[in-house]
């Protein structure tokens, strides 16, 4: 009996990192490496649920475009899109750090802001980009029109400004 693994890339690069010889599958090293493998110390905590009210609403209808894991401390989620990921990562860190919108909102550039309290202050001198904001969480909006860099980079000021380490304390795989 065969089972089909999805793998990202970051962890087909992992797995391949432990080829001894072209010979080798892919099923051959994940035995060897599991084989040589000590076992956690602890258990790895389940995920716990997300509210539903955290997610972004495209999530909660279906429509998704991939698999995107986030990690926060000992929480994991998996999100539909690379949108959902980005609101939930603001959305956990304010949770973790209350009043880091507050922080985040004086963050961007002249045009947009990372975040705000209505659409027209996140697009300052661009009102006809409030068509993109959308409603975060409490009375926060958030700026979804951006690339995979812009919101990793917002990401990564959102981890500072809450004193926690992007790629250590918070992992988003987008």
């Not at 006809?128 to 000021?157: G, P």
Request: hydrophobic share 35%.
């Amino acid at each position: 009996m065969s089972h089909v693994i999805e793998l990202d890339l970051g962890l087909y690069k992992a797995l391949e990192a432990h080829r001894a010889s072209l010979e080798e599958s892919q099923a051959d090293i994940l035995r060897r490496v599991l084989a040589t493998a000590s076992p956690p110390a602890e258990p790895v905590p389940p995920s716990r649920p997300i509210p539903r009210d955290w997610l972004d609403p495209e999530e909660t209808t279906g429509r998704q475009t991939g698999r995107y894991q986030l990690r926060l401390h000992d929480k994991s989620y998996f999100a539909g899109s690379q949108k959902s990921a980005y609101r939930l990562a603001l959305i956990w860190l304010e949770r973790t750090r209350p009043g880091l919108l507050s922080l985040l909102s004086q963050e961007g550039t002249g045009r947009r802001r990372v975040v705000a309290r209505s659409p027209e202050a996140l697009y300052p001198r661009s009102p006809q980009l409030t068509k993109h904001a959308e409603k975060l969480c409490d009375d926060w909006y958030v700026d979804v029109n951006l690339s995979r860099e812009q919101k990793l980079a917002r990401i990564k000021t959102a981890c500072r400004l809450a004193g926690l380490e992007y790629d250590k304390d918070l992992i988003v795989e987008l």
